[in-house]
């Protein structure tokens, strides 16, 4: 059941989209536009509501079900209030002539790759070595502290990177009780940006052929394609790129009049992707100097200079909250990351990061020209007096490699996309095509784009899914030409190189492969998660039943640097009742058990775990694996007084350790309440003293077996009760004010 509540916000999205749709003119009305439009809601509402329920520690199933339940009410009046206006056999139209338009080969292509992206993302888990190492572990540690302040971070990215895509997983996550919908955020953006490329085309006065073609330039670069089917965030901040120009885009050409409303909306787009990424820094200066460019172009100084304050105000706002929790951790606004931009600014050491991240991209599955790539690039670099290795402008100070490794989505190359990039000026000497309006600013939007992006960051081996945003904004312009060319043989040739390029990492080798033993068909998700790690899966399963049958569910988790999602997604499912955070295992918080990974780095198959580990103060090891120990509590008590704990209608018998919450449903079981009353039952006698968290001015009153035993009053946020009870006998506390004040118990000792 949790499954389905875990798509409300797709499905908030979807009537949204056909709200967009109703809103807009009829003379001016796009799908493409109304997808991207709720690709933008569906970021911001995520934003807001994540940082707005945060600061009341309030991130929970119910209160996030609340929320995207009002958004999805608003959607549906606005659907019901233009219902009128919309006219599906208009539609249909458009759409008949859309297709019948396009090369039936092209579209049958574009569609094929795109639904095979989408099975991916439904067939696989957040596999990528970052996904499991901090995107989605922060998100399972925010669920569970139902806030996403600093938390004892074993990992500095899990609190320091940028939160946007996190926040947009959170509240599927949340609502759904696991990461089962989370590969198809991206899988929407990607396709949200498909809607935004062929947006743009149209505006360059291209053909359907011409937009069929850029949106098979982008599905088959092989880095986008993996990416638009997991649990990063490059194509997310990809969209927030991208929509800026095409704004620019229109009012450049005149088709889109300068309005407040539009820089705005630009505004909330450059916040949005800083929000994303960090790499967001390299891509949107460009973008909005073209932008300043269009509507001065069209004699729009004095409103650009009226919407400066409220656009700096809404380009600054999305990333601020995140950047203050930086500087109150880290010192820094950006917090301990700056180690990825260059330490040498020389137009020398510049230069030798651009010739190494073109390298990087031509890369293929032949040895022999992956070796002849890297002595060619070396000796070009050393005939230009620069230095391959130079530590200054090279990731950790690593020496240059052009490393290929099929089916290792993060350092997948684009050879053929890369080189139709590198000849697109020879598609000026074209004169239809260099006339297209707006297709000059925008070759030197990427242009430089790509020129700043190597001012900033250092090359890395893994440039290619950096360099996301640079291949969306290509699209358009590759598609144009490739579009415009006579011999329709030279396309068809170009998309099979691409095809070919693709293959060797989808078939059989890497870590997502179609077919073969490990096939993503053959395998389930969990065993998915561990298969690069022989036994792992097996090994949590086990650890799992060893925590439930001590009774142990209050967990803290060390991950360091190791792909720990695999591991906390089962604890969240499988361990009763679970309250899991993080920490350091030799500075322990209160816990009942700790785990600690035995494998040293992400992808690193470990040596024997030692049987004799060093033990955590108050702790004793309790189970030792090749991949996890756990160490259990010294104090923790060995019974416990039980209740039988009734609310939202479930119940859960379990044993309850000091201290520990009882509330929120099944899934949050241990948490916050948020909730009119809670109904429990003693299983022993004696005196029960336990403390409730409500709000200043309210009441509560205690009922023992249908009899009122007690009132009181909140002169502060908590209150500390004690009352007599019996074995068997029911207790309900109830609050006078509704809804949900009751908002945490705790068992004293």
Not at 320 to 338: C, H, T, V, Y
Not at 425 to 434: G, S
Not at 577 to 606: C, F, M, Q, R
Request: hydrophobic share 50%; charged share 15%.
């Amino acid at each position: 059941m949790n499954s389905f509540f875990g798509c409300i916000p797709f499905l908030t999205v979807g009537l949204w989209i056909i709200g967009f749709y109703a809103m807009s003119a009829p003379e001016t009305r796009s799908w493409r536009w109304a997808i991207a439009q709720s690709a933008i809601l569906l970021a911001l509402s995520s934003l807001l509501i994540t940082e707005t329920l945060s600061l009341f520690h309030a991130l929970h199933w119910s209160t996030l079900l609340l929320a995207w339940s009002a958004i999805a009410i608003v959607g549906l009046a606005v659907i019901i209030q233009k219902k009128q206006s919309l006219s599906f056999s208009e539609i249909r139209s458009r759409l008949f002539l859309a297709l019948k338009a396009a090369p039936v080969w092209a579209a049958i292509l574009f569609t094929c790759a795109v639904l095979l992206v989408v099975t991916m993302a439904c067939v696989t888990p957040p596999l990528n070595f970052d996904v499991q190492i901090y995107h989605l572990p922060r998100q399972v540690f925010w669920k569970f502290n139902g806030s996403v302040e600093a938390f004892d971070a074993s990992n500095s990215h899990q609190l320091s990177m940028p939160v946007l895509s996190e926040f947009i997983g959170l509240q599927f996550m949340a609502l759904a009780g696991g990461d089962m919908w989370h590969n198809l955020i991206q899988s929407f953006y990607f396709i949200a940006i498909i809607c935004v490329i062929g947006l743009i085309v149209h505006e360059l006065g291209g053909t359907a052929r011409a937009s069929l073609y850029a949106c098979l330039f982008l599905v088959f670069t092989p880095v986008v394609f993996f990416e638009a089917s997991n649990s990063k965030n490059d194509l997310i901040v990809a969209f927030f790129v991208i929509v800026p120009v095409y704004l620019a885009l229109r009012i450049w050409n005149g088709s889109l009049p300068p309005t407040f409303k539009i820089i705005l909306l630009a505004a909330l787009c450059a916040g949005l992707a800083v929000a994303t990424k960090g790499t967001a820094i390299a891509y949107l200066p460009p973008a909005g100097l073209f932008f300043v460019a269009a509507i001065i172009k069209k004699n729009g100084i004095k409103l650009l200079a009226w919407a400066m304050i409220p656009g700096l105000f809404l380009a600054l706002a999305p990333p601020a909250p995140q950047m203050i929790r930086n500087w109150q951790e880290f010192d820094s606004p950006a917090g301990p990351n700056l180690h990825h931009t260059n330490a040498s600014l020389k137009p020398k050491d510049i230069a030798g990061v651009a010739i190494r991240n073109i390298a990087g991209q031509l890369t293929t599955g032949f040895e022999g020209w992956n070796t002849h790539l890297e002595q060619t690039t070396r000796g070009l670099m050393h005939v230009l007096g620069m230095d391959p290795d130079n530590p200054h402008t090279s990731f950790e100070g690593g020496g240059f490699s052009l490393p290929y490794h099929p089916g290792l989505e993060d350092i997948v190359p684009a050879p053929i996309q890369t080189t139709i990039v590198l000849l697109l000026p020879a598609a000026f000497l074209w004169p239809a095509y260099r006339k297209k309006p707006g297709i000059i600013p925008l070759y030197l939007v990427i242009v430089g784009t790509l020129l700043l992006f190597c001012i900033i960051f250092r090359w890395q081996p893994w440039q290619g899914r950096l360099l996301i945003p640079a291949y969306v904004l290509a699209a358009p312009l590759a598609g144009m030409w490739l579009g415009s060319l006579r011999q329709r043989w030279v396309p068809i040739c170009l998309m099979l190189a691409m095809l070919a390029t693709l293959q060797p990492h989808l078939t059989y080798a890497g870590q997502r492969p179609l077919l073969g033993g490990g096939s993503i068909f053959r395998n389930s998700k969990t065993d998915q998660m561990s298969r690069t790690l022989p036994g792992r899966a097996d090994e949590i399963k086990r650890m799992t039943e060893f925590l439930n049958a001590k009774n142990i569910n209050q967990i803290m988790v060390d991950g360091g640097s190791t792909e720990i999602h695999g591991l906390l997604r089962e604890l969240a499912v499988k361990i009763k009742n679970p309250s899991i955070t993080s920490g350091h295992w030799d500075t322990p918080t209160v816990a009942e058990a700790i785990i600690k990974p035995s494998l040293p780095y992400a992808g690193v198959i470990p040596p024997p775990a030692d049987k004799s580990p060093k033990s955590p103060p108050g702790y004793a090891p309790a189970w030792i694996g090749d991949y996890y120990q756990v160490f259990v509590s010294k104090n923790q008590k060995k019974t416990a007084p039980v209740f039988a704990a009734h609310f939202m209608g479930f119940a859960e018998e379990k044993g309850l350790s000091p201290n520990w919450f009882i509330g929120g449903n099944l899934q949050n079981y241990g948490r916050e309440i948020n909730s009119d009353e809670v109904l429990f039952k003693s299983l022993h006698s004696g005196k029960l003293d336990f403390k409730i968290f409500s709000i200043p001015g309210n009441q509560l009153s205690i009922e023992q077996n249908g009899k009122e035993s007690a009132v009181f009053s909140f002169f502060t946020n908590d209150l500390t009760v004690s009352i007599d009870v019996i074995s068997g006998e029911t207790i309900k506390i109830k609050s006078a004010q509704r809804p949900a004040w009751i908002k945490q118990i705790i068992l004293a000792e």
